[in-house]
Protein backbone atom coordinates (compact mmCIF):
# COMPACT_ATOMS: atom_id res chain seq x y z
CA UNK A 1 0.00 0.00 0.00
CA UNK A 2 1.27 3.09 -0.67
CA UNK A 3 2.04 5.77 2.04
CA UNK A 4 0.14 8.78 1.95
CA UNK A 5 2.32 11.95 0.98
CA UNK A 6 2.83 13.42 4.50
CA UNK A 7 3.00 17.92 5.12
CA UNK A 8 5.75 19.35 5.93
CA UNK A 9 6.51 21.98 8.98
CA UNK A 10 9.21 24.16 8.46
CA UNK A 11 11.41 25.52 10.47
CA UNK A 12 12.11 28.89 10.80
CA UNK A 13 15.66 30.27 9.74
CA UNK A 14 18.26 29.70 12.25
CA UNK A 15 15.97 27.18 14.49
CA UNK A 16 17.11 24.10 13.05
CA UNK A 17 20.48 23.58 15.50
CA UNK A 18 18.55 22.03 18.47
CA UNK A 19 16.87 19.34 16.73
CA UNK A 20 20.21 18.56 14.72
CA UNK A 21 21.82 18.52 18.26
CA UNK A 22 18.69 16.01 19.09
CA UNK A 23 16.72 17.86 21.29
CA UNK A 24 12.97 16.16 20.67
CA UNK A 25 11.21 19.30 21.15
CA UNK A 26 10.02 22.24 18.58
CA UNK A 27 8.75 25.00 20.08
CA UNK A 28 5.65 27.23 17.89
CA UNK A 29 7.78 30.18 17.99
CA UNK A 30 10.76 27.98 15.75
CA UNK A 31 8.13 26.69 12.65
CA UNK A 32 6.94 29.01 9.80
CA UNK A 33 3.83 29.20 10.60
CA UNK A 34 1.82 29.96 7.62
CA UNK A 35 -1.87 29.57 6.74
CA UNK A 36 -1.45 25.52 5.63
CA UNK A 37 0.61 24.66 8.81
CA UNK A 38 -1.70 26.49 11.45
CA UNK A 39 -4.62 24.69 9.15
CA UNK A 40 -2.66 21.07 9.76
CA UNK A 41 -5.06 18.88 12.49
CA UNK A 42 -3.70 18.61 15.76
CA UNK A 43 -2.14 15.21 15.86
CA UNK A 44 -0.92 15.24 12.11
CA UNK A 45 2.15 13.19 11.43
CA UNK A 46 3.92 15.64 9.70
CA UNK A 47 7.53 16.14 7.96
CA UNK A 48 9.85 18.38 9.85
CA UNK A 49 12.05 20.19 7.45
CA UNK A 50 14.99 22.59 7.60
CA UNK A 51 15.19 25.98 6.91
CA UNK A 52 16.56 24.92 3.50
CA UNK A 53 13.64 22.02 2.98
CA UNK A 54 15.82 19.32 4.28
CA UNK A 55 14.32 16.41 5.53
CA UNK A 56 15.02 16.26 9.61
CA UNK A 57 12.01 13.56 10.90
CA UNK A 58 9.16 12.70 11.53
CA UNK A 59 7.15 14.50 14.05
CA UNK A 60 3.87 14.53 15.15
CA UNK A 61 2.16 18.35 14.80
CA UNK A 62 0.00 20.34 17.05
CA UNK A 63 -0.29 24.00 16.01
CA UNK A 64 -2.35 25.16 19.02
CA UNK A 65 0.25 23.90 21.37
CA UNK A 66 3.46 25.87 22.71
CA UNK A 67 4.91 22.64 21.97
CA UNK A 68 4.16 22.18 18.40
CA UNK A 69 6.39 19.03 17.08
CA UNK A 70 7.67 16.07 19.10
CA UNK A 71 9.97 13.58 17.35
CA UNK A 72 8.72 10.84 16.82
CA UNK A 73 11.64 9.53 14.53
CA UNK A 74 14.37 10.51 12.50
CA UNK A 75 13.77 8.66 9.59
CA UNK A 76 11.14 10.99 7.63
CA UNK A 77 9.50 8.18 5.68
CA UNK A 78 8.79 5.64 8.83
CA UNK A 79 5.87 3.90 8.75
CA UNK A 80 3.71 4.80 11.84
CA UNK A 81 2.20 1.27 12.60
CA UNK A 82 1.85 -1.31 15.40
CA UNK A 83 4.83 -2.85 14.41
CA UNK A 84 6.86 0.64 14.92
CA UNK A 85 5.06 1.00 18.26
CA UNK A 86 5.77 -2.51 19.49
CA UNK A 87 9.32 -2.41 18.56
CA UNK A 88 9.74 0.52 21.08
CA UNK A 89 7.66 -1.13 23.45
CA UNK A 90 9.31 -4.28 23.29
CA UNK A 91 12.69 -2.12 24.02
CA UNK A 92 11.31 -0.80 27.01
CA UNK A 93 10.07 -3.75 28.42
CA UNK A 94 13.27 -5.94 28.20
CA UNK A 95 15.32 -2.83 29.88
CA UNK A 96 12.47 -2.69 32.98
CA UNK A 97 12.76 -7.10 32.91
CA UNK A 98 16.60 -6.17 33.48
CA UNK A 99 15.93 -3.43 35.80
CA UNK A 100 13.27 -4.37 38.11
CA UNK A 101 12.79 -8.45 37.56
CA UNK A 102 9.46 -8.04 38.04
CA UNK A 103 6.00 -6.95 35.51
CA UNK A 104 5.41 -4.02 38.41
CA UNK A 105 7.02 -0.89 36.88
CA UNK A 106 6.82 2.51 34.70
CA UNK A 107 7.02 0.28 31.07
CA UNK A 108 6.65 3.80 29.31
CA UNK A 109 8.26 7.60 29.83
CA UNK A 110 7.39 9.44 27.48
CA UNK A 111 10.43 11.12 25.28
CA UNK A 112 12.79 9.26 27.14
CA UNK A 113 11.22 6.06 25.60
CA UNK A 114 10.43 6.85 22.14
CA UNK A 115 7.06 7.60 22.89
CA UNK A 116 6.39 11.29 23.28
CA UNK A 117 4.04 12.67 25.43
CA UNK A 118 3.02 8.88 26.86
CA UNK A 119 3.10 7.43 30.09
CA UNK A 120 2.31 3.39 30.83
CA UNK A 121 2.54 2.31 34.14
CA UNK A 122 2.61 -1.71 34.14
CA UNK A 123 1.06 -3.70 37.39
CA UNK A 124 1.63 -7.32 36.11
CA UNK A 125 -1.20 -7.85 33.35
CA UNK A 126 -3.03 -4.26 33.86
CA UNK A 127 -1.44 -1.55 32.05
CA UNK A 128 -2.41 1.96 33.27
CA UNK A 129 -1.70 4.19 30.11
CA UNK A 130 -2.28 7.97 30.00
CA UNK A 131 -1.68 10.31 26.72
CA UNK A 132 -1.03 13.04 27.43
CA UNK A 133 -0.58 14.41 23.05
CA UNK A 134 -2.77 15.45 20.53
CA UNK A 135 -0.33 13.36 18.59
CA UNK A 136 -0.31 10.35 20.46
CA UNK A 137 -3.79 10.30 20.66
CA UNK A 138 -4.46 10.26 17.40
CA UNK A 139 -2.39 6.99 17.69
CA UNK A 140 -3.92 5.46 20.74
CA UNK A 141 -5.66 3.17 18.37
CA UNK A 142 -2.28 2.08 17.24
CA UNK A 143 -0.58 2.44 20.01
CA UNK A 144 -3.58 0.07 21.96
CA UNK A 145 -2.83 -3.07 18.91
CA UNK A 146 0.85 -2.52 19.99
CA UNK A 147 0.36 -3.38 23.65
CA UNK A 148 -2.04 -6.27 23.28
CA UNK A 149 0.35 -7.56 20.68
CA UNK A 150 3.39 -7.53 22.46
CA UNK A 151 2.03 -8.12 26.33
CA UNK A 152 -1.64 -9.34 26.07
CA UNK A 153 -2.77 -7.76 28.83
CA UNK A 154 -6.14 -8.58 30.57
CA UNK A 155 -6.88 -4.93 31.34
CA UNK A 156 -5.92 -1.43 29.74
CA UNK A 157 -6.81 1.81 31.33
CA UNK A 158 -6.83 4.98 29.28
CA UNK A 159 -6.08 7.30 32.43
CA UNK A 160 -6.26 10.44 30.40
CA UNK A 161 -7.37 12.78 33.25
CA UNK A 162 -4.25 15.13 33.70
CA UNK A 163 -4.44 18.35 33.54
CA UNK A 164 -1.76 19.26 30.98
CA UNK A 165 -3.88 17.52 28.05
CA UNK A 166 -5.97 20.86 27.82
CA UNK A 167 -3.02 22.51 26.82
CA UNK A 168 -2.97 20.26 23.79
CA UNK A 169 -6.80 21.08 23.09
CA UNK A 170 -7.75 17.08 24.65
CA UNK A 171 -10.70 16.14 26.59
CA UNK A 172 -9.80 14.84 30.11
CA UNK A 173 -11.74 11.32 30.91
CA UNK A 174 -10.67 7.74 32.12
CA UNK A 175 -11.96 4.50 30.15
CA UNK A 176 -11.39 1.06 30.25
CA UNK A 177 -10.02 0.26 26.98
CA UNK A 178 -9.85 -3.87 27.80
CA UNK A 179 -10.86 -5.60 30.22
CA UNK A 180 -12.55 -4.61 33.95
CA UNK A 181 -10.74 -1.89 35.72
CA UNK A 182 -13.07 -2.11 38.80
CA UNK A 183 -11.81 -2.86 42.54
CA UNK A 184 -7.61 -2.72 43.02
CA UNK A 185 -5.00 -4.61 42.03
CA UNK A 186 -1.91 -6.07 44.05
CA UNK A 187 1.58 -5.39 43.09
CA UNK A 188 4.87 -6.26 44.13
CA UNK A 189 7.90 -3.58 45.17
CA UNK A 190 10.42 -3.99 47.32
CA UNK A 191 9.43 -7.88 48.11
CA UNK A 192 6.27 -6.15 49.69
CA UNK A 193 2.97 -6.33 48.11
CA UNK A 194 0.50 -3.65 47.75
CA UNK A 195 -2.55 -2.62 46.28
CA UNK A 196 -3.55 0.08 43.62
CA UNK A 197 -6.78 1.29 42.60
CA UNK A 198 -6.64 1.77 38.12
CA UNK A 199 -9.29 3.82 37.16
CA UNK A 200 -9.84 5.58 40.85
CA UNK A 201 -6.22 6.22 42.38
CA UNK A 202 -3.93 9.07 41.67
CA UNK A 203 -2.30 9.42 38.53
CA UNK A 204 -2.07 5.68 37.67
CA UNK A 205 -3.05 4.53 40.71
CA UNK A 206 1.20 3.75 42.14
CA UNK A 207 4.21 5.94 42.09
CA UNK A 208 6.28 3.43 40.93
CA UNK A 209 9.26 6.66 40.43
CA UNK A 210 10.01 6.35 44.66
CA UNK A 211 10.94 2.61 44.88
CA UNK A 212 14.36 2.91 45.13
CA UNK A 213 13.81 6.45 47.99
CA UNK A 214 11.56 3.66 49.40
CA UNK A 215 14.34 1.25 49.93
CA UNK A 216 16.57 3.64 50.80
CA UNK A 217 14.76 5.00 53.93
CA UNK A 218 13.33 1.32 54.65
CA UNK A 219 16.55 0.66 55.36
CA UNK A 220 17.15 3.26 57.98
CA UNK A 221 14.03 2.56 60.18
CA UNK A 222 14.89 -0.57 61.48
CA UNK A 223 13.54 -0.69 65.28
CA UNK A 224 12.64 2.88 65.07
CA UNK A 225 9.61 5.19 65.35
CA UNK A 226 8.39 6.27 61.87
CA UNK A 227 6.20 8.78 60.94
CA UNK A 228 5.00 9.07 56.53
CA UNK A 229 2.92 12.21 56.11
CA UNK A 230 1.68 12.10 52.86
CA UNK A 231 1.72 8.52 53.05
CA UNK A 232 -0.95 7.67 50.00
CA UNK A 233 -1.01 3.89 49.67
CA UNK A 234 1.49 3.49 52.13
CA UNK A 235 4.46 2.71 49.93
CA UNK A 236 7.14 4.29 51.86
CA UNK A 237 5.14 3.33 55.33
CA UNK A 238 4.42 -0.60 54.94
CA UNK A 239 7.66 -1.10 54.04
CA UNK A 240 9.63 0.54 56.57
CA UNK A 241 7.94 -2.03 59.00
CA UNK A 242 8.25 -4.96 56.77
CA UNK A 243 11.27 -3.82 56.97
CA UNK A 244 11.87 -3.77 61.34
CA UNK A 245 10.33 -0.28 61.94
CA UNK A 246 9.15 -0.41 65.52
CA UNK A 247 5.78 1.41 65.09
CA UNK A 248 4.89 3.40 61.91
CA UNK A 249 2.21 6.45 61.83
CA UNK A 250 0.73 6.99 58.14
CA UNK A 251 -0.96 10.33 57.44
CA UNK A 252 -3.02 11.07 54.68
CA UNK A 253 -6.57 12.92 53.51
CA UNK A 254 -7.61 10.54 51.66
CA UNK A 255 -9.55 8.04 53.27
CA UNK A 256 -9.35 5.23 50.48
CA UNK A 257 -5.48 5.76 50.24
CA UNK A 258 -5.70 4.88 53.65
CA UNK A 259 -7.63 1.99 53.46
CA UNK A 260 -5.07 0.62 50.38
CA UNK A 261 -2.36 1.21 52.74
CA UNK A 262 -4.40 -0.58 55.74
CA UNK A 263 -5.02 -3.41 53.34
CA UNK A 264 -1.13 -3.45 52.17
CA UNK A 265 -0.48 -3.56 55.96
CA UNK A 266 -1.95 -6.59 56.11
CA UNK A 267 -0.59 -8.26 53.13
CA UNK A 268 2.57 -7.65 54.25
CA UNK A 269 1.77 -9.08 58.40
CA UNK A 270 2.58 -5.72 59.93
CA UNK A 271 -0.69 -4.62 61.05
CA UNK A 272 0.03 -4.34 64.36
CA UNK A 273 2.88 -1.75 63.65
CA UNK A 274 1.05 0.45 62.15
CA UNK A 275 -1.78 3.02 62.57
CA UNK A 276 -3.33 5.07 60.21
CA UNK A 277 -4.74 8.79 60.53
CA UNK A 278 -6.96 10.83 58.29
CA UNK A 279 -5.92 14.29 58.38
CA UNK A 280 -3.95 17.70 56.72
CA UNK A 281 -0.20 16.97 56.56
CA UNK A 282 1.15 20.32 57.83
CA UNK A 283 -1.93 19.37 60.93
CA UNK A 284 -0.49 16.06 61.62
CA UNK A 285 3.03 17.54 61.98
CA UNK A 286 2.54 20.11 64.14
CA UNK A 287 0.62 18.13 66.22
CA UNK A 288 3.66 15.29 66.40
CA UNK A 289 6.02 17.82 67.03
CA UNK A 290 6.38 17.16 70.95
CA UNK A 291 7.26 13.53 69.73
CA UNK A 292 10.71 12.13 68.77
CA UNK A 293 10.45 9.87 65.69
CA UNK A 294 13.28 8.34 64.39
CA UNK A 295 12.29 8.80 60.28
CA UNK A 296 10.05 11.42 59.27
CA UNK A 297 8.82 10.66 55.58
CA UNK A 298 7.32 13.81 53.47
CA UNK A 299 6.09 13.11 49.95
CA UNK A 300 3.83 15.67 49.46
CA UNK A 301 1.97 16.32 46.23
CA UNK A 302 3.14 18.53 43.79
CA UNK A 303 3.40 22.26 45.64
CA UNK A 304 4.20 23.96 42.37
CA UNK A 305 1.46 23.81 38.91
CA UNK A 306 2.55 26.56 36.74
CA UNK A 307 5.00 29.04 36.76
CA UNK A 308 2.75 31.56 38.77
CA UNK A 309 2.41 29.09 41.63
CA UNK A 310 6.42 28.88 41.83
CA UNK A 311 7.29 31.32 44.64
CA UNK A 312 4.26 30.65 47.10
CA UNK A 313 4.83 26.72 46.14
CA UNK A 314 8.63 26.65 46.42
CA UNK A 315 8.03 28.39 49.79
CA UNK A 316 5.32 25.29 50.72
CA UNK A 317 8.45 22.93 50.87
CA UNK A 318 10.41 25.10 53.37
CA UNK A 319 7.40 25.14 55.48
CA UNK A 320 7.43 21.19 55.03
CA UNK A 321 10.47 20.92 56.27
CA UNK A 322 10.07 23.75 59.24
CA UNK A 323 7.05 21.26 60.34
CA UNK A 324 8.98 18.30 60.09
CA UNK A 325 12.33 18.67 61.52
CA UNK A 326 11.09 19.28 65.05
CA UNK A 327 9.34 16.00 65.10
CA UNK A 328 13.00 14.21 64.51
CA UNK A 329 14.73 12.58 67.33
CA UNK A 330 18.25 13.95 67.13
CA UNK A 331 20.31 11.50 65.35
CA UNK A 332 17.05 11.16 63.33
CA UNK A 333 16.19 10.93 59.60
CA UNK A 334 14.16 13.49 57.71
CA UNK A 335 12.83 12.82 53.83
CA UNK A 336 11.60 15.04 52.01
CA UNK A 337 10.79 15.26 48.15
CA UNK A 338 9.14 17.39 45.23
CA UNK A 339 7.72 16.23 42.23
CA UNK A 340 7.12 19.57 41.46
CA UNK A 341 8.87 19.46 37.95
CA UNK A 342 9.14 23.87 38.03
CA UNK A 343 10.91 23.38 41.40
CA UNK A 344 14.68 22.71 39.72
CA UNK A 345 17.08 20.75 42.82
CA UNK A 346 18.85 24.01 43.60
CA UNK A 347 15.77 25.71 44.60
CA UNK A 348 14.55 22.66 46.55
CA UNK A 349 17.61 22.33 48.41
CA UNK A 350 17.24 25.95 49.76
CA UNK A 351 13.95 25.50 50.47
CA UNK A 352 15.06 22.38 52.57
CA UNK A 353 17.98 24.51 54.39
CA UNK A 354 15.84 27.73 55.21
CA UNK A 355 13.01 25.29 56.79
CA UNK A 356 15.98 23.73 58.76
CA UNK A 357 16.86 27.06 59.97
CA UNK A 358 13.79 28.32 61.02
CA UNK A 359 13.42 24.78 62.90
CA UNK A 360 16.53 25.93 63.98
CA UNK A 361 17.88 22.50 63.36
CA UNK A 362 21.04 21.67 61.81
CA UNK A 363 22.57 18.39 60.42
CA UNK A 364 23.44 16.50 56.85
CA UNK A 365 22.50 15.84 53.52
CA UNK A 366 23.11 11.86 53.35
CA UNK A 367 21.42 11.42 49.93
CA UNK A 368 20.12 13.36 47.01
CA UNK A 369 18.25 11.34 45.03
CA UNK A 370 15.25 11.51 42.13
CA UNK A 371 13.08 9.02 40.58
CA UNK A 372 13.64 5.32 40.05
CA UNK A 373 15.32 3.29 37.33
CA UNK A 374 12.09 2.82 35.22
CA UNK A 375 11.80 6.79 35.04
CA UNK A 376 15.09 7.35 32.75
CA UNK A 377 15.33 10.64 31.35
CA UNK A 378 15.81 12.25 27.83
CA UNK A 379 19.47 13.42 27.72
CA UNK A 380 18.07 16.91 25.96
CA UNK A 381 15.05 16.64 28.42
CA UNK A 382 16.83 17.16 31.98
CA UNK A 383 13.93 18.95 32.82
CA UNK A 384 11.83 16.22 32.93
CA UNK A 385 14.18 14.75 35.53
CA UNK A 386 10.83 16.26 37.67
CA UNK A 387 11.48 14.46 41.12
CA UNK A 388 13.54 15.62 43.67
CA UNK A 389 14.17 13.93 47.12
CA UNK A 390 16.81 14.79 49.98
CA UNK A 391 17.30 12.51 52.95
CA UNK A 392 19.10 14.19 55.73
CA UNK A 393 20.20 13.16 59.30
CA UNK A 394 19.47 15.88 62.05
CA UNK A 395 21.46 16.86 64.90
Known amino acids: MTQKKRP ?10 RVR ?3 PWVFSNEILMDAATRALPPGSLAVLRAPGGEALGLVTFNPHSLIAARVLSTNPEAAVDALFLGRRLARAVALRDRLIGVPYYRLIHAEADGLPGVIVDRFGDALVVQ ?19 ELAPRTIVLKNDSPVRELEGLKRDVSVARGDASGTVELIENDARFVADLSGGQKTGWFYDQRDNRRFVAGLAADGRVLDVYSYSGGFGVLAAKRGARSVICVDRSQPALEAARTAAGLNDVTTTMSFEKGDAFDALEAQQARSFDVVICDPPAFVKSRKDLKSGAQGYRKLVRLAAPAVARGGFLFVASCSHLVDPPLFAEQVRRGLRDAERSGRILLSSGAALDHPVHPALPESAYLKALTLQLD
Open 8 to 17: SVLLRAGEDR
Open 131 to 149: VNTAGMEALTPVLLEALEA
Open 21 to 23: AGH
